[in-house]
Each structure stands twice: as C-alpha cells, then as structure tokens.
C-alpha cells in the first residue's frame, strides 16, 4: 500500500492519501488542496474516511464531494457536524459557515468496509467527539488514529458534549482497546508525527493508564 502524508491548514493537520490494488482513499481532508485535486483526478477514488467531525478535518470536503463520486464516511455521532458549524466548532474560530455536506456511509460500532479486496476495520474510539473512530488495516498492520491517539499523547476531551472529566474516563477506555490489538502498528495520527503501537504501550503516559 502506497501512503502519503500531508499537512495541511493552519492547525496542521495530517491528511492521507492511500491506494492498493487500482483503488485509493483520502483520510480527513482537513482543507483544498490542488495535490489532493490532482490525486482525485488520477485516481479511482472509492472512499473519504473521516476519523470525526471536527472543522480541521473536514475543510476540504465539499470541494471533494463535487471532485469524485466516492462515498463519505463517518461514525454516525459525529455526521451532524457535517452540516452544523457550531457542532463542528468551525464558529468557534471563524465567522460565517462552511459548505454543508452530507454523508454516504454512517458507521457504527465495529463494522469493516471492502477496499482493495481486503477490508478496512472500524473501531469506535469516543472521547475526543462522541463519533470518533480509528481505521485499521489488519493485513498491513497500520493504523489512522485521528485526535484519538497521538505519538506521546491523547486528543483534547474539552472539545465533545458532555463534561471534560467525563470525556477524559471515555477517552481512557479507547486507549486501551487500540493498546489490546493483537500485535504491533504502525500508527499514523491526525496531528503530529507518525509512530507505532508497541511505542506508544511502552511510553505513552495515557495508554499506559
């Protein structure tokens, strides 16, 4: 599997290019970009994974939706912000609203989508949004953690519904599922550098417990 990483609008955050086998996908497309554009372009695009909701993840997503006929995909808690900038926390740092989109595939739980005759897994992972999820790739041992898992640390709970306390013991839980996958990851957050699993059980102060 062929992954590019870029980084993209001004909270620098990591959209992902994937293609295996004559498909791809892009993972959070956080702004436009004219690479995405000419990858969309090149490419038989059948999926845009979001990890959640959150504005920096989703700023390049109406430009896509009319770019390609893939289909969007989004854990079913977080598909409201999509079409609502207050719920995406979009108003929180700009004015106006952005282009309202709305998804093709709302997950929930523990589902897998096909890709490039294999499948993509899908574990819920709440904490940071009430949607958030992480993609996994069982055959080639990676992983897109969104702001759920990051290298040496773990996303804000101060962001979702609900008390920060709260968010913080739900988010705790989600560690330690991704820490229980059998094996090791090479784990590939939505900020930050890339890492792996067994180095994040070792050293991770929040997966630790």
């Not at 289909?71 to 079409?83: A, E, G, Y």
């Not at 595939?105 to 294999?118: D, K, N, Q, R, V």
Request: glycine share 10%; aromatic share 10%.
């Amino acid at each position: 599997m062929k992954i590019e990483k870029l980084v993209l609008g001004p909270f620098e955050t990591n959209t992902y290019l994937l293609e295996k086998d004559g498909e791809a996908l892009i993972i959070d497309p956080a702004c436009d970009s004219e690479y995405i554009d000419e990858f969309v372009r090149d490419k038989k695009i059948r999926y845009i994974l979001l990890t959640h909701g959150h504005f920096d993840h989703i700023g390049g997503l109406a430009k896509l939706s009319g770019l390609c006929k893939c289909k969007i995909v989004i854990d079913k808690h977080d598909s409201r912000m999509l079409s609502d900038a207050g719920e995406s926390r979009y108003s929180d740092f700009f004015s106006g609203s952005p282009e309202k989109v709305k998804a093709d595939i709302e997950t929930e739980g523990g589902c897998s989508l096909p890709f490039a005759g294999g499948y993509i897994k899908i574990m819920h992972t709440p904490g940071h949004t009430d949607g958030s999820v992480i993609y996994i790739f069982e055959d080639e041992k990676i992983l897109f953690s969104g702001d759920t898992l990051f290298k040496l640390g773990m996303g804000r709970t101060d962001l979702c519904d609900g008390n920060p306390a709260d968010n913080a013991r739900i988010e705790m839980e989600s560690l330690k599922k991704i820490a229980k996958l059998p094996g090791n990851y090479k784990v590939y957050p939505g900020h930050g550098e890339i890492t792996t699993l067994d180095y994040e059980r070792q050293f991770n102060p929040y997966m630790r417990g």
